[in-house]
């Protein structure tokens, strides 16, 4: 480990408030491309908020152990949509660290598949969090990097879990609203 390494905590620290993300997705099993706009808000909730009490029952673990819970909510618009309409939803992070860079991750829903679901987590000595969770059939890898205070870029891959091939692709650009920063 180096000295510098990026705590969870900074990093999550760093990831609150209100982001403008511009997202390409790619499907390789259709040959499809998706472009995609969204509003992202990321901020921290409390253990005793009634979502956050509700994952850790669905799992089976302890309110009471070491945890960083996060709301994150969008609003996206698709160009796959002819009529510019937005979707909206909200996902429930709990960071459960095993030490300062790494843990697992518990989840309201998946990102891949759309059920509760658990991750592992680490951030590496170049100060990117990667998060891999294991579905029924996929398996989902993400790396968030911050490009600078107030840019992040987010690479992901979803794989087959039966024989490893890639299903897609995507690569995201963040970029903070500064003026959420000024409440």
Do not use: C
């Not at 909730?45 to 799992?59: A, G, L």
């Amino acid at each position: 480990m180096t000295k510098n390494l990026t705590t969870i905590n900074q990093f999550i620290d760093k990831s609150l408030g209100e982001w403008k993300s511009i997202r390409s997705s790619h499907t390789l099993a259709f040959q499809e491309f998706e472009n995609s706009t969204s509003k992202i808000y990321i901020k921290h909730i409390n253990s005793k908020n009634k979502k956050v009490i509700e994952i850790f029952k669905n799992y089976q673990y302890s309110t009471k152990l070491e945890s960083i819970a996060i709301s994150i909510k969008w609003q996206a618009i698709s160009d796959w949509d002819d009529d510019d309409l937005s979707e909206g939803d909200e996902t429930v992070l709990i960071f459960l660290p095993k030490d300062e860079n790494s843990g697992i991750v518990l989840r309201n829903k998946g990102y891949t598949e759309s059920f509760i679901s658990s991750s592992n987590y680490f951030v590496d000595e170049q100060n990117n969090l990667h998060i891999k969770t294991f579905y029924k059939s996929t398996v989902s890898e993400e790396k968030i990097s911050f490009l600078s205070a107030h840019v992040r870029s987010r690479f992901s891959t979803i794989r087959n879990l039966g024989n490893n091939s890639v299903i897609q692709t995507s690569h995201t650009s963040e970029i903070r609203n500064l003026a959420s920063l000024k409440d």
